[in-house]
């Protein structure tokens, strides 16, 4: 397993206090999360914009009558509902196909309240035997649905750490989630959590921007050396005009 050195100790802490500055403080969560609904938030916010993800939910729930309408439909449908722009959208649907029909087998209900409850050992035990289901589900049910210490991390989050300079070296997803949680009160892990996504979203996008800069570049550079040369044309012909005239006039 690969694994990361931390910075410094109070790495974590150090990094909220910049993204706080860059971000603001976001508001805190408000009312309770039923745990069925935030499984298959984390699966569509996974390495996606949080309020993209929000807004696919809120569609499904429309479309569909309840989540066991929704466990039955095909993956092809339940891509198609989520958004031709919604990334890996076909992978994402058969995830979320794959818990709702291993939470339903196992319950026969989607009811799962009692989770708020259980501790941290009862709720990975619950999760392990479900097809689809991870760490990065399991610490979204355990932090926004019973509001306890854990740290969501997904692949463009844990890039968004190394590059806020949070990580050493190769650092997983395990080991740097294991960090987090230890490093920060259950408060400020929501807080970081929210920011760090933006953040790792943003980043994300960068790339795009530069790349289109750089090709805009060149055909600047093109047109100037353009210019020059006929400017020396022209200052090369003017001087044999001149001396054609001082020759003549002799």
């Not at 989540?67 to 339940?78: G, K, T, W, Y």
């Not at 501790?119 to 306890?148: H, T």
Request: charged content about 30%.
């Amino acid at each position: 397993m690969a694994t990361g050195r931390v910075s410094h100790p109070k790495g974590a802490k150090t990094v909220l206090g910049r993204l706080k500055r860059l971000y603001g403080t976001p508001a805190k969560q408000s009312g309770e999360v039923e745990p069925v609904e935030q499984i298959v938030l984390a699966i569509l916010s996974d390495s996606e914009s949080l309020g993209k993800a929000q807004s696919v939910l809120q569609k499904l729930k429309s479309y569909y009558v309840d989540f066991n309408e929704m466990r039955v439909a095909r993956p092809s449908e339940l891509a198609r509902e989520t958004g031709s722009t919604f990334a890996h959208a076909s992978t994402k649907a058969k995830r979320i196909l794959d818990i709702l029909q291993g939470i339903f087998d196992r319950q026969n209900s989607f009811d799962l309240e009692f989770l708020k409850s259980n501790s941290k050992q009862e709720l990975e035990e619950y999760f392990r035997d479900i097809s689809g289901a991870d760490k990065y589900i399991l610490a979204s049910v355990i932090l926004y649905c019973c509001k306890r210490q854990a740290f969501p991390l997904d692949k463009k989050m844990l890039e968004a750490c190394k590059e806020l300079e949070l990580v050493k070296g190769e650092a997983s997803l395990e080991n740097m989630q294991a960090y987090l949680e230890r490093q920060l009160r259950s408060s400020d892990s929501y807080i970081f959590c929210c920011l760090l996504k933006k953040y790792s979203i943003q980043k994300a996008s960068k790339p795009k921007a530069e790349k289109k800069v750089k090709k805009k570049a060149p055909s600047k550079k093109k047109s100037t050396s353009k210019k020059k040369v006929v400017s020396k044309k022209q200052t090369s012909s003017k001087k044999k005009s001149t001396t054609s005239r001082s020759k003549s006039k002799k």
